[in-house]
Nanobody, 124 residues
Framework: VQLQASGGGLVQAGGSLRLSCVPS????????MGWFRQAPGKEREFVAV????????YYADSVEGRFAISRDNAKNTMSLEMNSLNSEDTAVYYC??????????????????WGQGTQVTVSS
């Protein structure tokens, strides 16, 4: 399974962007799909996750209320709507998918499949 992330770009502080993640390759049924990000010089961190069957979502405290994750079950695609962006949101954003039920949703090791990343740059 390959994940293709897109939608990144340059945006001014206070602006919005929408990221998308599209899987390709063999058909799979994800347990959940999520977004992580990595800023320069920092470790990759959890951003948001959505559980495929229930639609339940969880967010990092830093993006709660500003970002919204959603999925299209029929197309197996996932999106991240990002609003009120600030400079601290500047990072490479990675989409990820998990088929396993084990592991916490915020841990990188819980996800088997990863996209290539898309750059989000917020200018002040």
């Amino acid at each position: 399974v390959q994940l293709q992330a897109s939608g990144g770009g340059l945006v001014q502080a206070g602006g919005s962007l929408r990221l998308s993640c599209v899987p390709s390759g063999r058909t799979f049924s994800p347990y959940g799909m999520g977004w992580f990000r990595q800023a320069p010089g920092k470790e990759r961190e959890f951003v948001a996750v959505i559980y495929w069957s229930s639609g339940m979502t969880y967010y990092a405290d830093s993006v709660e209320g500003r970002f919204a994750i959603s999925r299209d079950n029929a197309k197996n695609t996932m999106s991240l709507e990002m609003n009120s962006l600030n400079s601290e949101d500047t990072a490479v954003y990675y989409c990820a998918a998990r088929t396993s039920y084990s592991g916490s949703y915020y841990r990188i090791s819980s996800y088997e499949f990863w996209g290539q990343g898309t750059q989000v740059t917020v200018s002040s």
